[in-house]
Structure formats: structure tokens, C-alpha cells
């Protein structure tokens, strides 16, 4: 059941609109398209209004940043992407993130759906109506698992360079973060990435933050501004920061198959070469008398 009600637009914008989805398909269905070329054809249409060849020839630098061959990302300079992996779906990132700032990309009837196609090439697995809306970032986009009927609301940062699982009926909301690599606080280069889990309808709320390796099980919720660092059981509703479980939810009996307390984790994995190890506690619980700022000198009372 859904709170949201159809809307139409005009029947020659909708068809137009099919048109374009419909060849934008094909064309990444042939294994014969360049997706570089692909890209760079689309975008020079929907941001200059004209072929890319025209483009290239009236403002060559506009033209050069159209093509993703011309441009990096950050994931490009971290050690545990995929080079390979990445180059595949590095032109449709491309695409998504500037088509977003079109009219294309912030009408939610064409928009969606041409996200929708993009997803089914870059993720590694995407099921039926998934539903992003514009200026969402992912940092690699081949470690996104998707379910069915999945939202994912306005400017959210997803950083699935360690794996992100969002399953069936998830919600993230405006600007959400959610992370899946986290830094020694000893040194920064010293990096873990670990598996991020959202359950079956679980709901993460606008501007909070979870971060690597958290699982959010079936039904649960983080809570508005919270920030997680732990998991959060069925049912659950946490909040604070950091975020702690203070409510469940009133439900009758149901079937769990994201469950926090008995999930089998997938094992950490470093990405920089030159810290193989597992990261060590680095931390210490603060003295009162450095909470307060005062300084002790041997003797006082």
C-alpha cells in the first residue's frame, strides 16, 4: 500500500519520453555500443540541445567533459577499486549524475525510470520498481545489491566500495549517508571496508548516518539527525548519536530474514595493502578531568 497517487503528463510528452527510453535500452542492450560514446551523444543533447559532434566543434572543453574518458572520480584513486569493474560502469555513472542536473534528470516521470535502466547495468543486482530520485552518489556503484520496491529519496550519498545490500520495501530518505569503509583513527590510510545491510522495509530516516559494517534488520528504523554505528534488531527504532534502540515497533508475528542478532556477517576486508592486519581497538574511554578540561597536578583534591 503506498500514500502516493498517479500522475500524467500530456500524451505526446509521454510517448516521447518511451521513445527515449526505449532506444536508450537498445542501445546499452547492443554489445556493440560504446557506452563512452553513448554517454557523451546523450548529454550533449540534453545539456546543449545539439549532437556532440557540433558541441565538439562550437566549445571543445564542454565537449571534452562530456566524455568520461576525459574525467575521474574518487573512486578512481582508491586502492580497493576495481579497475575493471569500474571502467564498465564508469560512463553510466557519468550520465546518471549529469543528467540529474538537467530537466531530464529532475522530472520524476522521465527521470526515474532512465535511472532505473542505468541501475540494472551498474548494479550488481537490482530487482523490480526501484525508485531513485535525483542527485544520489554512489562511489563505485558494482557493490549496490537491490531488492524490490526499494526507495531511495533526494541527495543521499551511498559509499558501497565495501558492499551495500538494500532489501526488499527499503526506504533512505533525504539526505542520508551510508557507508561501507571506515578509516584507523591512527591513520587515516589504514582502511576496512565492511559489508552495509538495510533489511526488508526498513527505513532510514532524513539526515542520519550509518556507518560501515551496521546492519538495520527487517522493519527497523533509524531515526531523523541519528548517527549509527552498531546494528539495530527487528522491529527496533534507534535514535541519538550515537544511535541506540529505545522502541520497537508494535507488530503482530512475522516472518525476519534480516535479523541483526544472527545474521552470518560477510568478513572485513582491508583495502590498503600496507595495513593487511585487522585493525586494533585505537581508542580510550575520556578521564572526567579530561572531559572537563582541567589540568591535574599530582596532590590535588
Keep these: ?53 557540433a558541441l565538439q566543434a562550437d566549445a571543445p572543453l564542454a565537449a571534452l567533459n562530456l566524455d568520461a574518458r576525459n574525467v575521474t572520480f574518487e573512486a578512481e584513486y582508491y586502492m580497493a577499486t576495481d579497475a575493471e569493474l569500474f571502467g564498465r560502469v564508469k560512463p553510466l555513472l557519468w550520465l546518471w549524475k549529469n543528467l540529474d542536473l538537467t530537466p531530464i534528470g529532475q522530472n520524476p516521470v522521465l527521470g526515474i525510470p532512465v535511472r532505473r535502466v542505468l541501475a540494472e547495468r551498474i548494479f550488481r543486482r537490482v530487482g523490480r520498481d526501484f525508485k531513485c530520485w535525483q542527485n544520489v552518489e554512489f562511489s563505485v ?42 578509516h584507523s583513527v591512527l591513520d587515516g590510510p589504514d582502511v576496512t571496508l565492511r559489508r552495509t545491510v538495510i533489511g526488508r522495509g526498513a527505513r532510514i530516516t532524513y539526515h542520519s548516518t550509518v556507518l560501515a559494517g551496521s546492519v538495520v534488520s527487517d522493519d527497523a528504523m533509524l531515526a531523523t539527525h541519528a548517527l549509527l554505528r552498531s546494528d539495530i534488531p527487528p522491529h527496533g527504532i534507534a535514535m541519538g548519536v550515537p544511535a541506540r534502540t529505545t522502541r520497537f515497533k508494535v507488530r503482530g508475528p512475522q ?41 591535574v597536578v599530582t596532590g590535588e583534591r
Design 141 to 182: 556503484g558494482y557493490n549496490m545489491e537491490v531488492g524490490d520496491d526499494v526507495v531511495v529519496h533526494r541527495h543521499v550519498l551511498l559509499d558501497d566500495i565495501g558492499g551495500i545490500e538494500l532489501h526488499d520495501n527499503a526506504s533512505i530518505s533525504d539526505y542520508v549517508n551510508v557507508y561501507s569503509h571506515t
Design 1 to 53: 500500500m503506498t500514500w502516493l497517487k498517479p500522475v500524467d503528463v500530456g500524451r505526446d510528452a509521454q510517448a516521447a519520453y518511451g521513445e527515449f527510453l526505449r532506444d536508450l535500452e537498445a542501445r546499452l542492450a547492443d554489445p556493440g555500443t560504446d557506452r563512452f560514446v553513448l554517454a557523451r551523444e546523450v548529454l550533449s543533447e540534453a545539456m546543449y540541445g545539439r549532437p556532440y559532434e
Design 255 to 295: 516472518s525476519v530474514l534480516v535479523d541483526s542478532r544472527s545474521l552470518v556477517r560477510v568478513p572485513d576486508r582491508k583495502a590498503n595493502p600496507e595495513f593487511p592486519e585487522a585493525t586494533p581497538n585505537q581508542t580510550r574511554v575520556a578521564a572526567e578531568d579530561e572531559l572537563s578540561g582541567r589540568t
